[in-house]
Nanobody
Framework: QVQFVESGGGLVQPGESLRLSCAVR????????MAWYRQGPENQRVSIAG???????????WIRPSVKGRFTISKSNAKNEVYLQMNNVKPEDTAVYFC??????????WGQGTPVNVSS
């Protein structure tokens, strides 16, 4: 079973930055699109950023419009980790953040996520 271990969340004030990490075990992320999701107080889990593997370093990324310009997704194929850089966070970014396959048809299980609480 693939394991996703998210970390880096916490309590931050509006306008601050945070970097989330996701260690993936059981697959090589270089072979799959990966994504970050979040589940807010409304309890709906939505995708917010995705990255498509290419044979070169980096990758093609997708960012949800509501966080575009503030969030950046990246990855390290060598470390098998996916990252989410969150800048200028807002109270509405408060949620539990998860990483998983970018193709939801492949999603079978979820990690525990990492909670982010944006509050002054």
């Amino acid at each position: 079973q693939v394991q996703f271990v998210e970390s880096g969340g916490g309590l931050v004030q509006p306008g601050e930055s945070l970097r989330l990490s996701c260690a993936v075990r059981g697959i090589q992320i270089s072979e799959f699109p990966m994504a970050w999701y979040r589940q807010g107080p409304e309890n709906q889990r939505v995708s917010i950023a995705g990255i498509i593997a290419t044979i070169t370093s980096g990758g093609i990324t997708w960012i949800r419009p509501s966080v575009k310009g503030r969030f950046t997704i990246s990855k390290s194929n060598a470390k098998n980790e996916v990252y989410l850089q969150m800048n200028n966070v807002k109270p509405e970014d408060t949620a539990v953040y998860f990483c998983n396959y970018g193709n939801t048809n492949l999603v079978v299980n979820w990690g525990q996520g990492t909670p982010v609480n944006v509050s002054s």
